[in-house]
């Protein structure tokens, strides 16, 4: 049972590390992002224009905090709402050409934020934890309702 509680809370810590970590080493290197900002631009730099709906899922973030995400995102000059042309009621996010531009920039600096977090950490050690998580998420799946 104790080992079962350990695991959630620091599964919980490491989140909120990591997104400090993120956080100040963007802000040391001049990159005007929060880590769910991030995440949001790193879903359309990977996948391209796409809804709000589908950044939430992928993010696996509620759709009001997408929308305050893209509202800030939109307010940096780096996304723009598009009017779906099939379908007035949906917003396509798309990148603007600042946010495409600093494509490059931000996932290197964000990379090697998570290299220094896992330096030392045997490779070995780090596909089981991935496993770990994988499966871990995928039991929350199976007993959502």
């Known amino acids: 049972m104790m080992l079962v509680k350990q695991a ?9 590390k990591l997104k400090k970590h ?16 991030f995440l949001v631009m790193d879903a359309l730099w990977n996948q391209g ?3 709000q ?16 995400f893209i509202d800030n995102l939109e307010k940096k000059g780096l996304v723009q709402r598009v009017v779906d042309s099939a379908d007035r009621r ?6 603007s050409k600042t946010g495409l531009a600093m494509k490059e920039n931000t996932k290197r600096v964000a990379i090697a934020a998570i290299n220094d977090i896992l ?20 039991n929350i799946e199976k007993h959502n309702f």
Do not use: H
Not at 57 to 67: A, E, G, L, R
Not at 90 to 95: P, Q, S
Not at 119 to 138: H, M, Q, S, W, Y
């Open 49 to 51: 224009e796409m809804t």
């Open 22 to 37: 993120i956080a100040a080493v963007f802000k040391k290197e001049g990159i005007n992002l929060t880590a769910e900002q």
């Open 119 to 138: 330096e030392g950490i045997p490779e070995e050690d780090l596909k089981t934890f991935v496993n770990v998580l994988n499966r871990a998420c995928d």
């Open 53 to 68: 709906q589908t950044i939430a899922y992928i993010i696996q973030k509620d759709k009001n905090s997408v929308t305050q």
């Open 8 to 16: 959630g809370v620091w599964v919980n810590i490491f989140n909120c």
């Open 90 to 95: 949906v917003n396509n996010i798309k990148l």
